[in-house]
């Protein structure tokens, strides 16, 4: 993984589905961070198992969401402010590449931490 990006991931839990008396746009998961660095990666590495170093037993409805974090030099190099991020949840017992509408549901925060990705 380039030294100048690191990807920091948030573990959501879904608490409930409600309007939370905002409106807005959305911005949409990006695709990739890299070439190898994919949505279908983390799914894939995700739906493995075993990928947490704390005890963690996915529920219904989870959320997780992985964030590009660029060194203010690669940023300011590639002239793109938009965050970069995927996002994935959990339904059925597997992660899927599919992102909430902030907008209309309430998650609470579970843990957050960097990935240790070589």
Not at 22 to 33: H, N, S, Y
Not at 69 to 97: C, E, M, T, V
Request: with cysteine; net charge positive; charged share 25%.
């Amino acid at each position: 993984m380039n030294s100048r990006m690191r990807v920091k991931w948030t573990l959501f839990r879904f608490i409930k589905e409600e309007w939370n008396g905002m409106d807005g746009m959305l911005i949409e998961p990006t695709k990739a961070f890299s070439a190898t660095l994919t949505d279908s990666f983390f799914r894939d590495q995700l739906n493995k198992g075993s990928c947490f170093d704390f005890d963690y037993q996915p529920k219904e409805g989870d959320c997780i969401m992985f964030d590009l974090l660029l060194s203010k030099k690669a940023k300011h190099r590639s002239g793109d402010n938009i965050p970069k991020f995927i996002s994935l949840i959990y339904r059925n017992q597997s992660w899927i590449i599919d992102q909430y509408d902030r907008f209309y549901v309430t998650l609470g925060k579970q843990a957050s931490g960097f990935t240790r990705l070589q």
